[in-house]
């Protein structure tokens, strides 16, 4: 159970909706931090002042950009950081890196610091050359390589001169640091932002992102998010679909050079961009005429990506992720593409049920409210298509859920909802639903839709029911003064004294959170019927404690 607070000023509250994710106490006033030094030696406070003042002049000097780049992860990819600069109206990449390149190390990461004089916007470029490699992130393989063997999954490759990833971002202003991937996907982004508009303002480029999420079916902001490394899940504790679907949808790309079309991953990456940059798109097919980077082809990789994956992993929370990304990546696929049709004679056969074999006619009642439309004598009744599937669900212990399934179809339906290949008795409408959901109801389901031409099995989804836990984050400002106004470095901040309990005038129990970057804790396994409240200070190097802030409270009611 999560909870967002937010506390705009010492001892005022703010609810906000009950979202699923963690909770947070923002505590935005800044901490003030006890005086300096033993007795205020006006000497050792002006020398503190003085040393705060050379840091964060320092600091200010620098940005840090660190990121990845992921496309398969890129080993000693080549780093270059370019600054965006205003040309007659139109935001340009310039034509001279900020400082000189680097290297991504072997997880494909990156941490460049560059002068943060009068840049606000950039331009990260990852290029190949001799000793560039890239990881096979698809399970059936990434085509040959120079020596005519398959390139498995897991295994490293090299890469043509050609090959190129961007990505770009403006509001660099103020910020000390920055972290952002380098994907195909970002790379479509820019090339589109390039060429439109006024080129690479902050306007365009966003808009761009929002253009590649948009075509690819990724939620909104998913360009932003830390694509995992596909070939390692099982060093992940858990994964959310949007990453995932990320991170696959990239692989898809590379799994375009199985096709005879392509030769190698940079043609792929280079035609799509190409084409994205003219038009703001990817055509839904190829027509036949060229070769071209189309929606269907990568939905379909995607697919088979998400399905091959499964085998590949232990966590079961992942892959009950991966059977979501898996089934929304095939739906995308049927609805773009022309060739996708259901196999009438497979489907007037008896079907397989999941776990198990059935093949008597499906039991359970019809719901006249759910029929198609009535057939007209000698009319023939078609086989049904299912026009939207089950999805996956995670939800929590004693909460709701459904799963519904959609049909296109003449004739009387008949549904017949099974549970781990097991039919359900009663559950014969086109939703299936749980008042309160509990362990025993996790499984993989799938409903059997049928009419007099036959019976269609819909896809697997799976209802994965998790335990409640009650948790609060503790969140904080790090603190720029001391009680006596004077200014207070970074470095000779120890770390925080959070003190705590279930009444506010007795908060017993103390814990220091160690480190002068720290800005949250979390508290967790929470009691929810008990309101508990929360006051921080700061300590400094010579152990001397500030003042502690006005006391903020948390409760689940």
Same mark, same amino acid.
């Given at each position: 159970m999560f909870l967002n607070v937010v506390v705009s000023s010492w001892g005022v509250l703010v609810?906000?909706?009950?979202?699923?994710?963690?909770?947070?106490? $923002?505590?935005?006033?800044?901490?003030?931090?006890?005086?300096?030094?033993?007795?205020?030696?006006?000497?050792?406070?002006?020398?503190?002042?003085?040393?705060?003042?050379?840091?964060?002049?320092?600091?200010?000097?620098?940005?840090?950009?660190?990121?990845?780049?992921?496309?398969?992860?890129? *080993?000693?990819?080549?780093?270059?950081?370019?600054?965006? *600069?205003?040309?007659?109206?139109?935001?340009?990449?310039?034509?001279?890196?900020?400082?000189?390149?680097?290297?991504?190390?072997?997880?494909?990461?990156?941490?460049? #610091?560059?002068?943060?004089? $009068?840049?606000n916007a950039i331009v990260v470029e990852i290029t190949a050359d001799a000793g560039t490699r890239m990881t096979c992130d698809v399970v059936n393989g990434c085509g040959l390589d120079p020596q005519g063997s398959a390139i498995a999954f897991g295994e490293t490759f090299s890469l043509n001169s050609d090959f190129i990833l961007e990505a770009a971002y403006s509001g660099l202003q103020d910020q000390k640091a920055l972290t952002l991937y380098v994907t195909p996907l970002t790379h479509l982004a820019v090339s589109f932002a390039k060429e439109h508009g006024d080129g690479l303002s902050e306007d365009s480029i966003n808009e761009a992102y929002a253009l590649?999420?948009?075509?690819?079916?990724?939620?909104?902001?998913?360009?932003?998010?830390?694509?995992?490394?596909?070939?390692?899940?099982?060093?992940?504790?858990?994964?959310?679909?949007?990453?995932?679907?990320?991170?696959?949808?990239?692989?898809?790309?590379?799994?375009?050079?199985?096709?005879?079309?392509?030769?190698?991953?940079d043609e792929v990456i280079n035609s799509a961009a190409e084409r994205f940059a003219q038009s703001g798109g990817l055509p839904d097919e190829n027509g036949g005429v060229i070769s071209e980077v189309t929606l269907d082809d990568l939905f379909y990789q995607a697919s088979d990506i998400a399905s091959d994956l499964q085998s590949t992993v232990g966590n079961e929370q992942?892959?009950?992720?991966?059977?979501?990304v898996e089934s929304s990546t095939d739906m995308y696929y049927?609805?773009?593409?022309?060739?996708?049709?259901?196999?009438? $004679?497979?489907?007037?056969?008896?079907?397989?049920?999941?776990?198990?074999?059935?093949?008597?006619?499906?039991?359970?009642?019809?719901?006249?409210?759910?029929?198609?439309?009535?057939?007209?004598?000698? *009319?023939?009744?078609?086989?049904?298509?299912?026009?939207?599937?089950?999805?996956?669900?995670?939800?929590?212990?004693?909460?709701?859920?459904?799963?519904?399934?959609?049909?296109?179809?003449?004739?009387?339906?008949? /549904?017949?909802?099974?549970?781990?290949?097991?039919?359900?008795?009663g559950e014969n409408s086109s939703t299936l639903s749980f008042d309160s959901v509990t362990k025993n109801d996790a499984g993989i389901y799938d409903v059997l839709v049928s009419?007099?031409?036959?019976?269609?099995?819909?896809?697997?989804?799976?209802l994965s029911v998790e335990d409640v836990v009650y948790t609060a984050q503790l969140s904080w400002n790090i603190p720029s003064k001391r009680q006596d106004g004077s200014s207070l470095a970074l470095n000779e901040i120890a770390g925080y004294m959070v003190a705590y309990g279930t009444?506010?005038?007795?908060?017993?129990?103390?814990?220091?959170?160690?480190?002068?970057? #720290?800005?949250? /804790?979390?508290? *967790?396994?929470?009691?929810?019927?008990?309101?508990?409240?929360?006051?921080?200070?700061?300590?400094?190097?010579?152990?001397?404690q500030g003042e502690f802030s006005d006391v903020v409270m948390k409760s689940f009611m």
């Open positions: 609810r906000q909706s009950s979202i699923r994710s963690i909770g947070i106490f $923002a505590l935005s006033s800044l901490l003030i931090a006890c005086s300096s030094g033993s007795g205020g030696d006006s000497t050792t406070g002006s020398t503190s002042q003085s040393a705060a003042s050379e840091v964060d002049t320092q600091d200010t000097n620098k940005i840090s950009i660190k990121g990845g780049a992921i496309k398969g992860v890129i *080993e000693n990819g080549v780093v270059r950081i370019f600054s965006i *600069e205003s040309e007659a109206g139109l935001f340009r990449k310039s034509l001279i890196p900020l400082g000189d390149a680097e290297r991504t190390d072997a997880n494909g990461q990156f941490d460049i #610091s560059i002068p943060a004089d $009068a840049v590649v999420e948009d075509t690819l079916n990724l939620s909104k902001g998913s360009l932003q998010l830390p694509p995992p490394d596909l070939t390692k899940l099982d060093l992940y504790e858990s994964l959310s679909g949007d990453e995932l679907q990320y991170a696959i949808m990239s692989a898809s790309f590379l799994a375009m050079v199985n096709m005879p079309d392509w030769g190698s991953v992942i892959i009950v992720e991966l059977i979501s049927q609805e773009v593409s022309s060739l996708y049709i259901d196999d009438p $004679a497979q489907s007037q056969e008896s079907v397989p049920a999941v776990g198990g074999n059935i093949t008597t006619e499906i039991g359970g009642g019809v719901d006249e409210s759910e029929q198609a439309p009535s057939v007209a004598p000698g *009319e023939p009744v078609n086989v049904l298509t299912i026009s939207s599937q089950p999805g996956s669900v995670v939800v929590d212990v004693n909460k709701g859920a459904q799963l519904s399934v959609t049909v296109q179809g003449n004739g009387v339906i008949h /549904y017949q909802w099974r549970k781990d290949g097991v039919a359900l008795n009419n007099e031409a036959g019976q269609v099995p819909s896809l697997a989804a799976t009444s506010p005038e007795n908060l017993s129990s103390q814990l220091m959170v160690g480190g002068a970057q #720290s800005t949250q /804790y979390p508290f *967790e396994n929470l009691d929810p019927s008990k309101t508990y409240y929360f006051k921080i200070a700061t300590v400094d190097v010579n152990d001397i």
